[in-house]
């Protein structure tokens, strides 16, 4: 005969608290907790998620891995020369759209995004880059020298000089030439 109370004895044993497919719940509050392999979905503070064995789930770029966005392809010869005048050209309008103060914004872009396309590209953003950090330092001595009235005219003066440079180093650029610009050190290599 058997007991009417041994099935309600079996239901009473306490029970595992993972779900039917043997996930622990996620802790109250709404957190996750460490090891818990959920839908791949993130937690609320952004993180993503990984399973107990350290699997990464899909998407999730890996360190050390380079991706496809990362991967800078080296430009053609012509896209380089294009680039190089670019690197010339930027500065030279900003200097007097915005008295010589813009330029080196210029430059820098360039340089940031061009400088591993190329080595052709590379040298103008780097001429380019020179140029414009001799440009500004020439800038802030002439602030300088507007207090004894000389600065009023070589601020405009290493301006003009600047865009001159930075034309001749588009030509030399479009032209396929590697050059040195004038009056200018290498500060970036």
Request: net charge negative; with cysteine; hydrophobic share 35%.
């Amino acid at each position: 005969m058997t007991q009417p109370h041994d099935h309600d004895q079996h239901d009473a044993q306490p029970q595992d608290p993972r779900d039917p497919h043997g996930q622990a719940p996620p802790p109250p509050g709404g957190g996750d907790p460490q090891g818990y392999q959920g839908t791949g979905q993130q937690g609320y503070q952004g993180a993503p998620h990984q399973g107990c064995q350290g699997v990464p789930q899909q998407g999730v770029p890996q360190q050390g891995v380079p991706q496809p966005w990362q991967q800078q392809q080296v430009l053609s010869p012509q896209d380089q020369r294009n680039y190089g005048m670019l690197a010339h050209l930027a500065p030279a309008i900003a200097i007097p759209l915005s008295a010589g103060t813009l330029g080196f914004v210029a430059s820098l872009v360039v340089y940031l995004m061009y400088k591993d396309r190329g080595d052709f590209v590379r040298a103008h953003a780097v001429n380019s880059l020179n140029v414009q950090i001799v440009t500004a330092i020439g800038l802030i001595l002439s602030t300088l020298l507007t207090v004894i009235l000389i600065g009023f005219i070589t601020y405009p003066l290493i301006c003009v000089v600047a865009v001159v440079i930075h034309v001749i180093g588009a030509s030399k650029a479009r032209n396929g030439e590697l050059w040195s610009p004038p009056l200018t050190p290498a500060f970036v290599r």
